[in-house]
């Protein structure tokens, strides 16, 4: 029984031992990554004053402010990085002194191994008992970039929706042979704008891609028809409950655009701002037509019958036309004209004419 006993306490000391030793090497472990992290701390904050120096550099060469005011601002930032290394470095040493006071064991510890900014990596991980279960590692090397301290190049998805109609050769628009209210057309694409001059934002030039989609549905009971090569209206045999021809384009348009706009500078930053001043646009666009097609809706016998026909109908392949647009902020009023003929070697020219509203999203 004395010998169970002997053994017994020699075993809970060899255990004590034990655990004291792995709580010391987790301390040693814990305590050296806080001077790690008290280094960079210094070469972080380091790094954003070079930033912030820099971009006062640049607002000083452009004429935005004086050098009296870069000097002042410069002081300025090289207070404030010198405080948020103090005051950083003072929660980490808070963090050694209060494991040390603990002998390294807290328990809940702000500095936990679970989430933490490792050399140049983010350890994003689960530890069970204080080994690691599952982690993953992210590098933040290339994370570190300058502020763009002026953009010149915005971009917007545009949409257009509107009355489409066409222009007759040696006829005015009351008389055309198309419905005023039932032909439309939809307009979307991407725009990029770019402002033309260093230092004003007067004008601008705008470019990217749209789709067009430009219907027109005849009056009395009239569908088209080819012929060869010729495309004409010609009366459908039944009622006609719709009739449609729809011309589906992919144009590149460009503008120039004219407008105020409000200017927007910080310390790092200047913009200029178009989102509620006037602003117009004139320019042109060119592309190609993608795809006519036709719908016609009726019925016989009682039966509600619905036709869409995919055919060429003769109309350009090559679309070309000149358009503008003028409004306050995103909403613009918008008209664009097609130089093309709708169709091609037709005896009398007809080209498209869209007039609506125009929305930068």
């Not at 936990?112 to 689960?126: F, N, P």
């Not at 050769?169 to 725009?191: A, H, N």
């Not at 090559?318 to 909403?331: C, D, M, N, R």
Request: aromatic share 12%; proline share 2%; hydrophobic share 35%.
């Amino acid at each position: 029984m004395k010998k169970l006993s002997t053994f017994l306490v020699a075993l809970f000391l060899a255990f004590l031992t034990q655990n004291v030793l792995a709580q010391n090497d987790g301390f040693k472990t814990k305590t050296a990554k806080l001077e790690k992290q008290k280094a960079r701390i210094t070469a972080q904050e380091k790094d954003a004053l070079k930033i912030e120096i820099k971009s006062i550099n640049e607002q000083l060469e452009r004429g935005v402010i004086t050098a009296e005011k870069a000097q002042e601002m410069k002081e300025i930032a090289a207070k404030k990085r010198a405080m948020n290394i103090e005051n950083r470095v003072a929660i980490i040493d808070n963090r050694i002194a209060l494991l040390e006071r603990n002998d390294g064991v807290v328990i809940s510890d702000m500095m936990t191994d679970s989430d933490t900014l490792v050399e140049d990596q983010i350890r994003i991980g689960v530890d069970i008992n204080g080994k690691p279960a599952e982690e993953f590692f992210f590098s933040t090397k290339n994370w570190k970039r300058d502020l763009k301290y002026d953009r010149r190049t915005y971009s917007d998805f545009v949409i257009a929706i509107g009355l489409n109609n066409a222009l007759i050769e040696d006829q005015s628009l009351s008389d055309s042979p198309y419905k005023i209210g039932g032909s439309r057309f939809f307009e979307m694409g991407w725009q990029w704008r770019t402002r033309v001059f260093e230092n004003s934002n007067a004008l601008r030039i705008n470019y990217g891609f749209s789709f067009q989609f430009n219907g027109l549905k005849p009056k009395d009971n009239q569908y088209f028809v080819e012929n060869d090569d010729q495309t004409e209206l010609q009366e459908f045999p039944l009622e006609l409950n719709k009739s449609k021809l729809r011309m589906d384009n992919l144009v590149f348009p460009v503008h120039l655009e004219f407008g105020s706009s409000r200017v927007r500078e910080t310390e790092k930053t200047i913009r200029y701002d178009i989102d509620r001043s006037f602003r117009f646009g004139i320019g042109g666009y060119g592309g190609f037509n993608i795809g006519t097609r036709q719908k016609l809706k009726y019925s016989e016998n009682g039966n509600r019958i619905k036709e869409k026909f995919k055919r060429d109908y003769n109309t350009a392949d090559l679309i070309y036309g000149l358009s503008a647009y003028a409004g306050v902020g995103g909403t613009q009023l918008y008209i664009k004209y097609d130089l093309n003929p709708i169709f091609q070697d037709a005896p009398i020219e007809q080209r498209n004419i869209s007039l609506g509203l125009r929305f930068d999203l």
